[in-house]
């Protein structure tokens, strides 16, 4: 069956040149107002909708409200249709939620390219969402048979979480190793801590190894971030920086629902604070809630320096590889700004010993 688009706009002759556009290869509804498109939404669910901002009585901004507010409805792909060319305008339609943004007067090549895009990709996210689900099953499905193999169901589990991480370091074009070294990063980091006698109601032996063990769930997120940006060879645009950001949040939420049933609670909370929050900063500038000082978990803050200096001394798509010397110097300048300063000072105090988990036989 066609994939349906829902076309929502006060203005008739719109929805008629829409209609004209895309009816040849899919199956299009129409709404004259918000309020109509609630409706048609209580009876069909459509694979994407394409929505008026400047209607009376409900405008396009308080349709994309009452999507946001409906479980059947907040997935449903909204692309923003305007005359108005205000980049505030734009920017608002992206923060509320919006994939896409398109222009009046329509350009049939432009319309059907867009929406062609965005069908795709949604439809790339569903696999993925389904590939997650599968993997989450066929995990429980082990756990359950394996419960009274306590030792074999860990390593088992441990396996699984580095075969996520896996996927989402080789999506994100890495060449290898970047998962191995932070997790021993923050663990030397950890222990580092615990000696000097800092943190220790936190540091203790098991939250160390769970450390350790959740420390490669931290970009788990990434696997809902298009490869369109996730592979730029360039820098990000500031639209393409706002889709990226938002993989600190869908990583807390992929660990609590694949997670729940297999893991400890220790593992689940500390996992889901170095997802959520390996990208806020010391001084408050950081994503995505913009929490500063030690308002920060401990783990993300120990995990924010490993990810960096890594990603610093790392080839990526973007970029060459940094000399670890000019990488240590960047970690230190940005103490008590990016980094909580004693873990910054920890981790240039075991230079020696990082230097030589960067040489092992971890590609870069």
Known sequence: MRQMILIVDDNRSNIKIAQTILEKEYRVGAALSGGKALQFLSLAIPDLILLDINMPDMDGFAVMEELKKNPEWREIPVIFLTADGNPHTEAKCFNMGAVDFISKPFVPEVIQNRINRTLELQLYKKNLEKAVRDQSMKILQQ?????????????IQQEVIIGMANLIEERDDSTGGHIKRTSEYVELIARALREKGRFE????????????????????????????????????????????????????????????????QEFIDIAYDIATSHHEKWDGSGYPKGIKGQDIPLSARIMAVADVFDALVSRRCYKEPMDSQEAFAIIAEGSGTHFDPEIAAVFIELREEIEAILHSNCPL
């Not at 359950?144 to 193999?149: G, I, M, T």
């Not at 997120?221 to 869908?250: C, R, S, W």
């Open 201 to 264: 109601y936190i540091l203790d032996k098991e939250y160390i190894e769970t450390l350790y063990k959740a420390a490669p769930m931290h970009d788990v997120g990434k696997i809902y971030i298009p490869d369109v940006i996730l592979k730029k060879p360039g820098k990000l645009t500031n639209k393409e920086f706002e889709v990226m950001k938002k993989h600190a949040e869908q990583g807390g939420r992929v660990i609590n629902s694949t997670m729940a049933k297999i893991e400890k």
């Open 143 to 155: 756990a359950e048979e394996l419960a009274r193999k306590q030792q074999e169901l860990m390593a």
